[in-house]
């Protein structure tokens, strides 16, 4: 396996990173996600276009043009020989004396894997995901792809000690979003609803793309906050993710949505962005 690390592909033996990198002791940096399908990235440009935003968020320069990203991303793809699974960035603030405050010039780490992985005829997409609900214990610049994902680790041990595969998050009654996903239901009216953009969720680029899918199908969208209870009560539910694409849930704290199968709606957005994604929007 080959890694990407600051400019260079090496071995993953060969690949070490300061045990005074910022990201190792304060969780001082961010990450992206892309898909890759049939060799491509999928949807790429709009992860660049995050990841320069959470860079600018916490205020380290972003090292890279996204043309420049682009070809590293390729070039680590086709030396993994990846066909399907995920492109891993992360940037940290680096590597310096222990302190709080970062001193203000210091060369940002970049690591960079590949991940092979079965998305579009993953299992869960015919067998549907299993869902439980959880406190959300994370911090309020959720928008941030931030590497402190603490409160997503506690959640996920704990979704899947209860034989489930995600966790929706919850506060005020309110689901804000999967542990890694976006959530989304669709009402008995047919009505296609996700939180909408602010610091209390990260804007998901899957979810963008399906949103867009959906409208083009007819379907209304609602941009609102989703009660627990509704999601019970909810036609179909389905959650979104740049390493998932459209999931189907089929049980949310152990209550069966609709007949407990995956949704048409859900199986034909799912099947509207594989062919988006196999038509090449990125890279
Ligand atoms: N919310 C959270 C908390 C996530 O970790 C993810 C996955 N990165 C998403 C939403 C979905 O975002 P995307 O569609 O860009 O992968």
Redesign the pocket.
């Known amino acids: 396996r080959i890694i990407h690390l600051d400019g260079a592909f090496v071995p993953a033996a060969d690949a070490r990173v300061s045990v005074m990198d910022r990201g190792f002791l304060f969780a001082d940096g961010i990450y992206?996600?892309s898909?890759v399908l049939d060799g491509r990235l999928v949807d790429n440009d709009?992860?660049l276009a995050?990841l320069d935003r959470s860079l600018e968020a916490i205020g380290i320069p972003n090292p890279h043009t996204p043309a420049d990203w682009a070809r590293l991303q390729l070039e680590l793809v086709r030396r993994n020989g990846l066909v399907e699974g995920v492109v891993y960035i992360q940037v940290t603030r680096g590597a310096a004396e222990r302190d709080f405050a970062p001193a203000p010039d210091l060369a940002p780490t970049v690591v960079m894997f590949t991940q092979a992985k079965t998305i579009v005829d993953a299992p869960v997409q015919a067998r549907g995901a299993r869902v439980v609900t959880r406190p959300d214990l994370r911090w309020a610049r959720?928008d941030i792809?931030s590497v402190g994902?603490l409160a997503?680790v506690m959640a996920k041990r704990e979704a899947a000690a209860a034989g489930a595969s995600e966790v929706f998050?919850v506060e005020d009654g309110l689901v804000t979003?999967?542990?890694?996903?976006?959530a989304f239901i669709i009402t008995s009216q047919g009505a296609v609803v996700t939180r909408p953009l602010s610091n209390a969720?990260?804007?998901?680029?899957?979810?963008?793309?399906v949103m867009r899918l959906a409208a083009d199908e007819g379907l209304t969208l609602e941009e609102r906050a989703i009660r627990v209870d509704e999601t019970y009560e909810a036609e179909e539910v389905f959650?979104?993710?740049?390493?998932n694409f459209v999931v189907p849930v089929v049980s949310i704290d152990g209550r069966n949505i609709g007949d407990g199968c995956p949704g048409p709606r859900t199986k034909r957005l799912m099947a509207l962005y594989v062919g988006l994604a196999r038509a090449g929007t990125g890279s």
């Open positions: 992206e996600v898909a709009a992860h995050r959720r792809k994902l997503q998050m979003e999967g542990g890694s996903s976006t969720v990260l804007p998901g680029i899957t979810r963008l793309a959650f979104t993710s740049a390493s």
